[in-house]
């Protein structure tokens, strides 16, 4: 059962990478590393390096880090820092993508429901580095290619996000590898899924407003009869 998922898993990400898009090829070589670390050889390996070198570890800064690429993406927009989106489209973006990665994520583990290396549920993927890379590339595309610098370290803070699921003995390699794919994937589908909704949208009395406040966005919505 378990294969059959991750055949399917991988092939629904690896497809959009002959899009042509940079962000895909990051999306498939990611999924596929995922699936090469699965093997009972690298969670071994992983588990002799827990072992010898960070028994005893623990921190909470992985549950404060994974939201801190989108904390800096709102925080640069507050600025005033220029973005080719409106702040309405924005957070149009972030809701689509936040639910996409969330469904995503929360459904494997629970179809999946590996064991995570300290003996609990629900470990593949991770849903701490999904968000992480799903506010990296938020921040990438806002800022990437006006400021190079912006997205290297959104993507540093994402990668740390992961590197600590592991180091807390919460997340194998696997579960990491492929909670970035997601992460990735999910800010590249809002991307694309929201004009066309909001073309849509706009042909009716339907109408919406975001609402931006310091631990999270919404959105209230209006329709006119």
Known sequence: MKSKIF???????SLP????KKAWYYVAG?????AILYADYAKNEQQKY???NLIGFHTSADDYLQYSPTLINIGLHLAGLEDTQKPKDLV???IIGTGTYTVITQGLKYAVNETRPNGNDHSYPSGHTATAFFGARMLDRSFG?????IAIGGYALATA??????ANNKHWASDVAMGAAIGIASAELANWAYPKLKKSLDKTSLNWEPIVAPNYYAARVRYAF
């Open 161 to 166: 996000t992961g590197a600590l699921r592991m």
């Open 145 to 149: 290619k006006k400021y190079p610098a």
């Open 92 to 94: 149009a973006v972030f």
């Open 17 to 20: 990478s002959y899009a042509q």
């Open 50 to 52: 827990y072992q010898h």
């Open 30 to 34: 990611l999924s596929s590393a995922s």
């Open 7 to 13: 055949s399917i898993l991988f092939l629904c990400l």
